[in-house]
């Protein structure tokens, strides 16, 4: 700590200089953008900055326009706030050399795990080569145990029945009361989540809606080290030096999450010493399973199961939550899951298992729709080890920064055809009524490579478990008048929520 201070002591003229340069740059470059309407990307001494500063929720919208006119990628040149260069691509083959041919070359590096510190140095989310081969062998060894098979059907039955149905039939009888669908998804994958890792259904879908100070803290880490990305590393050292901005809640929430962790290794080392058994993560570390090996360190733990929660809680609440706002604007694609939903399921089924569910062929094809458009991590940054050349003759160093933009790749009508914007289902479907492959390195949302993603059918099975149970039962209407924006975050999820009403279909 008091190494960190002297260290924050001596750079801070530095910091001071860069932050009024930042501001008077910015507050001239309003002036000069209001009267000119130029697009200011590779300004030479705050490069993108102004951009995302003035378009800073319609970023991706921006940065797709940019990409379509230079055929899916383009280079910004380091400014001189900026720590290096900046390559934007949505070219697949470009995504295909990085995260696979050539993968070995491509790391998160550094910065990464100095913007994303909150996850520590050694967990899945954060580490590379060794570190995260360690970790993956310990997440897949996990997912694929029998023992993780035989309980998966029972944590998904025990969230819907102990959780979301008895939640909407509140809803229901208050006569179509407003609920945040986003909320509501958001508490059902926290208790998901905690069956997982934990053993244990905290319950946080209740009646009541009881406040969950962990998903708050999360979700508050993740836009401020999203926002780290946009300003140069001085201007955010010293706002965590300041204790102001995104770093002061940032600083709150590493606090928050720290002492939920805490809590939860205490309470089930307490529940191991008088053998109380089960098969869940937290267990799995804690008695040196065969699965994760000699017990690691608390911190180790810790930094584990903050990015299992980001991995299975707040990626699933954006599918699902933007999910149901694009059947609200497609009708008919909600009558097509209805019909499939009621032809599959038993009559007075309310939750549904998972061989009825992998049925459900045009429902799945409308979630793979889903995560095309707005996929959970819309942009992936990777940095060279040495110099490359990519397919798209662009060439890169370790000075350089790679950014893969998910989302304008679904938006390159040379990837996607003439219809990439629209909500079409049916892209997804071959003629023998199969779900189309498609290859990773275009239908990036599960990562690509040796990283791609181990709870791929998990994912799945939940969030077709979750729609199936609602679109059975319930008639779910997102209020027309409520603003949809994306949030500027690690995750894509959405602003201001999503409001809706729920009444009961079979009255």
Not at 143 to 161: R, W, Y
Request: hydrophobic share 40%.
């Amino acid at each position: 700590m008091i190494a960190t201070m002297i260290e924050s002591v001596a750079n801070l003229p530095c910091m001071i200089l860069a932050t009024i340069t930042l501001l008077i740059s910015l507050l001239f470059l309003h002036y000069y953008t209001k009267h000119n309407k130029v697009v200011l990307w590779n300004l030479p001494l705050v490069g993108l900055l102004p951009e995302v500063f003035f378009n800073f929720h319609g970023l991706q919208n921006k940065v797709t326009q940019l990409l379509e006119e230079k055929k899916g990628t383009f280079f910004l040149k380091g400014a001189l706030l900026a720590q290096s260069d900046i390559l934007i691509t949505s070219d697949p083959a470009n995504v295909h050399h990085i995260m696979s041919s050539n993968f070995s070359n491509y790391v998160k590096g550094s910065n990464w795990r100095k913007r994303f510190d909150i996850f520590g140095d050694d967990s899945i989310f954060n580490a590379d080569s060794q570190v995260w081969q360690h970790n993956r062998k310990i997440a897949r060894g996990f997912f694929s145990h029998h023992q993780f098979h035989q309980l998966l059907n029972k944590i998904v039955q025990d969230t819907m029945a102990k959780g979301l149905i008895p939640v909407l039939d509140y809803i229901v009888s208050g006569q179509s009361l407003v609920v945040d669908l986003q909320d509501l998804f958001k508490r059902l994958m926290f208790d998901f989540a905690s069956l997982i890792v934990f053993g244990s259904n905290p319950n946080f879908l209740s009646i009541g809606f009881p406040e969950n100070v962990f998903t708050k803290a999360l979700d508050e880490a993740c836009e401020a080290t999203c926002a780290r990305h946009f300003v140069p590393d001085s201007f955010w050292r010293l706002q965590r030096w300041l204790v102001i901005g995104k770093e002061r809640k940032l600083s709150e929430s590493w606090k928050t999450i720290d002492r939920f962790c805490a809590d939860h290794i205490a309470i089930k080392r307490k529940k191991l010493a008088t053998n109380e058994d089960g098969f869940d993560v937290l267990n799995c570390y804690l008695t040196g399973h065969e699965i994760t090996g000699p017990t690691p360190t608390d911190k180790i733990i810790r930094d584990n199961i903050t990015a299992a929660f980001l991995a299975i809680g707040s990626t699933t609440t954006s599918t699902l939550s933007w999910f149901f706002w694009l059947v609200s604007k497609n009708p008919l694609v909600e009558i097509k899951i209805r019909q499939e939903v009621d032809k599959n399921l038993p009559e007075n089924k309310v939750c549904p298992m998972q061989e009825e569910l992998s049925k459900l062929v045009y429902l799945h094809a409308a979630l793979c729709e889903t995560l095309r458009l707005f996929p959970p991590v819309p942009s992936q940054l990777r940095v060279p080890i040495q110099t490359d050349s990519l397919p798209s003759g662009d060439h890169v160093n370790e000075n350089t920064n790679v950014m893969i933009s998910l989302y304008a790749m679904a938006r390159m009508v040379s990837v996607w055809g003439e219809d990439c914007c629209e909500f079409k289902p049916e892209r997804w479907i071959t003629e023998d009524g199969r779900i189309k492959h498609e290859p990773a390195h275009k239908f990036f949302s599960f990562n690509a490579g040796p990283r791609i993603c181990i709870g791929k059918d998990i994912a799945f099975t939940m969030m077709k478990g979750v729609v199936a149970t609602m679109m059975r039962n319930y008639n779910v209407r997102v209020v027309e008048s409520h603003p949809v924006v994306p949030n500027l975050s690690t995750v894509f999820s959405m602003k201001h929520g999503l409001m809706a009403t729920v009444t009961n279909r079979w009255n």
